[in-house]
């Protein structure tokens, strides 16, 4: 990724933009700023595509961080930018400053904040799609194992069978655990622990059936 990946970032509440940072000439703020007005108030991400670039949006709790991004980048690392933004904003600010604040109030404190983060995903953009694959092969392999539970049961199975047939995912599970330390840098703690957590949840959900299904062998 070179240093023209990412060209302009706000943050705004509602409709008002509270900080922004760039450091190039254009109509893009016009243009995020259109977008903005258009925006649903429910918290979720939105992607616009316009002259080869890309207006990513991450809206929560009626706030709205926007990226303006080359065509060439990724949505997910787009995504992966504009949820450092968020924590941050929300550590500064949240429940404070940020509600009273007026438009274009924190340009001064958070614009450098935002240049930060995007030197640092330019810096580690390689390390981030590697969290972002193993993030998707655990969310594919969980998804897998809570439909074959689902349907397990719609037929009745015995969990010590359903046990059984759930070995082949916990391998996939533990796999995809080892590539995450094997394959990520340390630093990354922020995006490695909401990975940690879903393995982890994920292999103790597999560990509570099997034993359901050794208990409910005995009993019978």
């Not at 709790?61 to 980048?73: F, L, P």
């Not at 694959?133 to 969310?139: E, F, G, L, P, R």
């Not at 995006?191 to 959900?205: H, R, Y």
Request: with cysteine; aromatic share 10%.
């Amino acid at each position: 990724m070179g240093q023209e990946s990412f060209i302009y970032s706000f943050v705004a509440r509602g409709t008002m933009v509270l900080a922004e940072y760039t450091e190039f000439t254009g109509n893009f703020p016009a243009i995020a700023a259109q977008c903005l007005q258009k925006l649903p108030s429910s918290n979720n991400k939105f992607t616009y595509n316009c002259d080869h670039h890309t207006f990513n949006f991450l809206v929560q709790d009626g706030y709205a961080y926007c990226v303006v991004s080359k065509e060439s980048v990724g949505k997910q690392i787009s995504i992966a930018f504009l949820e450092r933004v968020r924590a941050d904003f929300n550590k500064r600010y949240g429940g404070g400053k940020a509600d009273t604040a007026v438009a274009k109030s924190l340009n001064k404190e958070f614009g450098p904040i935002m240049k930060e983060h995007m030197q640092y995903i330019i810096d580690h953009a390689d390390e981030i799609e590697k969290l972002l694959k193993v993030k998707a092969q655990v969310s594919e392999v969980k998804s897998i194992m809570l439909e074959n539970i689902d349907k397990a049961i719609e037929r009745g199975e015995n969990l010590t069978i359903l046990s059984g047939k759930t070995e082949n995912l916990r391998d996939s599970v533990i796999n995809y655990f080892s590539i995450l330390f094997e394959g990520v840098v340390v630093c990354h703690l922020n995006m490695i622990s909401d990975n940690l957590f879903l393995t982890t949840g994920t292999i103790l959900l597999l560990s509570y059936l099997e034993g359901w299904g050794v208990e409910n062998t005995k009993t019978r």
